[in-house]
């Protein structure tokens, strides 16, 4: 196993400067089950845009020395409402009160040092300081006996509700992207989960 040096949060330039090694970091471990994403460059570039844009974005990056070898993204809800509107709708929740945790990427190597604590940990320290009230994320769903489940996987459900998590009845999004071995596009149903900070 490889060892992590440092995590830190990145806001700002500093932000911005990291998003072409989150982009290579989403691409390769989202490869993996269960999301099967066959991602490029171009693709990733414009949907990190909306951390660039944003003054209350941040970046947990995850370094060995210098190279960035795992990042956790966050911005307030609202700065994904196109995304994110109709999913909530009917909730009853106030979207300006809660954080965005977006994805957590951390190569294999690095995994097993309780660095996907430190990426919630930080991540929501994060949303205090800013007074949001509610952080939530949202993860991909996938049937139970898809071709290419791997046979010893286990769910990160455990982890999340260890965190203070739970899923948000009746609530997902969706997002089109291409699966590994897919010609195209297709919808993909994810689960919000949340917690009060």
Known sequence: MAEVTAV???????????????ARLRIEVFRAWPYLYDG???YERKYLQS????????VVGAFDSDRLIGASTGAPLVDHADDFAAAFEGSGLDLSEIFYCAESVLLSDYRGQGVGHTFFDLREAYARELGFKKSAFCGVQRSADHPLRPENYRPLDAFW?????EP??????????KDIGEQGETRKPLQFWIRDL
């Open 8 to 22: 830190r949060p990145l806001v700002g330039a500093a932000l911005a400067e990291a998003l072409d090694d989150v």
């Open 161 to 165: 509700r260890s965190r203070g998590y």
């Open 168 to 177: 948000l009845t009746g609530v997902f999004a969706e997002f089109l992207w």
């Open 51 to 58: 951390y660039r844009d944003s003054d209350k974005a941040i």
């Open 40 to 42: 490029d460059l171009e």
